[in-house]
């Protein structure tokens, strides 16, 4: 019987900009109309995720750590809440808007820029299975060790192992490299900014530097732009420009707002 097969990764951005694939995801419609929704968790990279950040795979319960959860001819929760069905009234404009034909629930969930406003999880398209990384490639192009950190726990993040003449970081360590690398990129950024912020008092002392005024935002501009985010109308970066703020700065602020809810 012929199929068709539409994949992807569950995915989340936390506060530092690092990117945790979730879950690969797949959707299967066979000719005969009938489908499944494959979800194939990541639980090295699920673990790494503290419960402010991760409630759930919603509809699944991760706990069981089944390898995969399968959903025969039955949309996911995970589908249903933040895709349109086929009842939708303005279900024409809103395939035009993604360039879709007619309704692939979790294609239009890929191509969408709407964002579900429940939690930090969003479908992006699948790349490729786990990967081997050569550490030498990372560390050569880099000297700075904020940079090299970085490019390691985006590895971690991304649940690919690395490899190194002295060391391997894989689904055994994940957790324990991942704690020990985000403390150190934690203290390292921290540093930079005391550095940037000792270099900005020497220059204001000789009246190089006045320096600028901390951003205030307006409650009811901040509505009205996370909305615009949450809808899919302006994308992260526009977002946090239009508000005159760092894209991890929007974050924090938007997860303030939900934990305060």
């Not at 990279?45 to 025969?72: A, C, H, M, N």
């Not at 786990?130 to 490639?137: M, N, R």
């Not at 690398?181 to 550095?195: G, H, M």
């Amino acid at each position: 019987m012929k199929q068709i097969t539409t994949t992807a990764m569950i995915c989340l951005d936390d506060d530092l900009g690092l990117t945790y694939y979730i879950s690969k995801i797949e959707y299967v419609l066979r000719e005969d109309d009938s489908f499944s929704y494959i979800f194939t968790p990541n639980y090295s990279v699920i673990d790494l995720l503290t419960s402010e950040w991760f409630q759930g795979i919603p509809g699944l319960k991760l706990e069981l750590r089944k390898p995969q959860y399968i959903r025969e001819n039955r949309t996911p929760v995970f589908i249903s809440e933040r895709t349109p069905g086929e009842n939708r009234e303005n279900l024409q404009e809103l395939l035009e808007e993604c360039h879709m034909d007619y309704l692939n629930r979790l294609e239009w969930l890929i191509r969408t820029n709407t964002r579900y406003g429940g939690d930090f999880l969003y479908a992006r398209r699948w790349e490729s299975d786990k990967k081997t990384v050569d550490f030498a490639k990372i560390d050569a192009d880099e000297s700075r060790s904020a940079v090299v950190i970085r490019q390691l726990l985006r590895e971690i993040c991304a649940g690919n192992d690395i490899y190194a003449r002295d060391f391997v970081i894989d689904d055994s360590n994940r957790k324990a490299y991942y704690t020990l690398l985000t403390s150190l990129y934690r203290k390292e950024k921290t540093f930079l900014v005391r550095q940037r912020s000792e270099g900005i008092r020497r220059s204001a002392a000789h009246q190089k530097y006045r320096g600028r005024p901390a951003v205030k935002i307006d409650d009811t501009k901040f509505y009205e732009v996370s909305e615009k985010y949450a809808s899919g109308a302006l994308l992260a970066q526009e977002a946090a420009s239009n508000l005159g703020i760092s894209r991890s700065a929007f974050f924090r602020r938007i997860k303030k707002k939900r934990d305060m809810l």
